[in-house]
């Protein structure tokens, strides 16, 4: 492995002030991603600033808003009473993820933030224009069986591979960021992640040197009922194939609320804004969740392998929303 400075600030505007200073710094959390891709010769750091001493672990509420430190592990902000009881489709989707030992040293900003697991961008021998600008993409014409079908570009097609960001990109959460200068700022989860494009090696709005020092999650309102779906080849644990995290508040047997997030099947956590659209005002019935789904999927491009991707989120979407609604007809 490369070899690295490793710094252990005790104060944000440290860490943030160090990583800004040095294009070759990094920040490590809990490191389950970060330090693979370092053993792996993928990522080379100079300077590794590992923030795990800084006061960003915890969950507080204020007023109908959960606010999560950065530092919390996975497996904490799951056990939390407010998430387990109020937020089922956060709840699941963090268990769902990983398995218990990762999510013990996983924390809650890293996993936001973790790379794709597209097996090129892995693999320094082979061209990847998310590590290298230009370089090309292997997995166009190579193995993509589990790759992206929307927000895809010509130099990218990976998928994002976190849970947890999908659920939250559904419930309007965001993200408390601190940089280098002292200024704090606040950003939504739906303006963080960049689709690729042509470059994509930038992959969300942060800035070099920005932290994220809490998750801000809305709780649902009176009433709405949530849940994650996740369709993964291996049962004990894997990355997902699709995901769908839905909220629904459904009165007199019309959805009143709708929020669909969508996971395994996009380079970004994928919000399905037309799938609300078409929702929203509707009969909570089996044909209108039909119709959610295809448009959820509509603009999808699949290639070769990954085609069935786009039947399945179809689908999926309509599971989740009959299981949310309690609606098969
Ligand atoms: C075998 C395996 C299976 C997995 N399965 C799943 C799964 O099914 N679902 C899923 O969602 N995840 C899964 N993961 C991914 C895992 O959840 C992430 O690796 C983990 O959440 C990353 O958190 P971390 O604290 O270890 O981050 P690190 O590895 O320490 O950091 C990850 C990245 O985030 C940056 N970073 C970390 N914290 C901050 C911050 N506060 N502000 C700014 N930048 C920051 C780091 O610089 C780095 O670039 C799996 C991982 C493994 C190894
Ligand atoms: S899909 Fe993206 S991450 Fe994978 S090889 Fe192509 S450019 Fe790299």
Same mark, same amino acid.
């Given at each position: 492995m490369h070899a690295?400075?490793?710094?252990?600030?005790?104060e944000v505007g440290q860490a943030t002030a160090t990583v800004a200073a040095d294009p070759a710094a990094s920040f490590l959390a809990g490191g389950t991603t970060q330090l693979d891709l370092m053993k792996d010769g993928v990522l080379a750091p100079d300077r590794l600033v590992d923030i795990t001493r800084l006061p960003l672990r915890g969950?507080?509420?204020?007023?109908?808003?959960? @606010?999560?430190?950065?530092?919390?592990s996975m497996e904490e902000l799951a056990a939390e009473p407010a998430v387990a009881?109020?937020?089922?489709? @956060?709840?699941?989707?963090?268990?769902?993820?990983?398995?218990?030992?990762? /999510?013990n040293m996983a924390t809650i900003g890293g996993n936001l933030l973790q790379r794709t697991r597209c097996r090129y961008f892995r693999d320094p021998t082979t061209?990847?224009?998310?590590?290298? !600008?230009?370089?090309?993409?292997?997995?166009?014409d190579g193995v993509h069986r589990g790759h992206a079908v929307l927000g895809t570009s010509e130099h990218c097609i990976a998928t994002h591979a976190s849970d947890l960001?999908?659920?939250?990109?559904?419930?309007?959460?965001?993200?408390?960021?601190?940089?280098?200068?002292?200024g704090e700022r606040r950003v939504p989860l739906t303006d963080l992640y960049r689709t690729p494009g042509d470059t994509p090696d930038v992959e969300t709005v942060l800035?070099?040197?920005?932290?994220?020092?809490? @998750?801000?999650?809305?709780?649902?309102?009176?009433?709405? /009922?949530?849940h994650y779906l996740k369709i993964r080849d291996r049962a004990s644990y894997d990355f997902?194939?699709?995901?769908?995290?839905?909220?629904?508040?459904?009165?007199?047997?019309?959805?009143? /609320?709708? !929020?669909?997030?969508?996971g395994g099947l996009?380079?970004?956590?994928? /919000?399905?804004w037309a799938a609300e659209d078409v929702l929203l005002g509707a009969p909570a019935r089996t044909d209108v969740f039909h119709a959610a789904g295809r448009a959820a999927l509509d603009g999808a491009v699949p290639r070769r392998d990954n085609a069935f991707k786009v039947e399945l989120g179809r689908r999926a979407l309509v599971r989740a929303l009959q299981t949310v609604s309690g609606v098969y007809w």
């Open positions: 690295f400075e490793y710094l252990r600030p005790a969950v507080d509420r204020d007023g109908d808003t959960l @606010v999560v430190g950065a530092l919390t009881e109020l937020l089922p489709v @956060v709840h699941e989707a963090l268990l769902l993820g990983a398995s218990v030992q990762l /999510r061209p990847c224009n998310k590590r290298h !600008r230009g370089a090309g993409c292997a997995a166009l960001a999908v659920a939250l990109v559904a419930l309007d959460a965001a993200v408390r960021v601190s940089g280098p200068d002292g800035e070099h040197g920005e932290l994220i020092t809490a @998750v801000e999650v809305p709780l649902l309102p009176p009433g709405a /009922r949530s997902a194939l699709t995901s769908v995290a839905v909220a629904l508040v459904v009165e007199d047997g019309v959805v009143r /609320r709708a !929020r669909v997030g969508l996009a380079t970004v956590p994928w /919000r399905a």
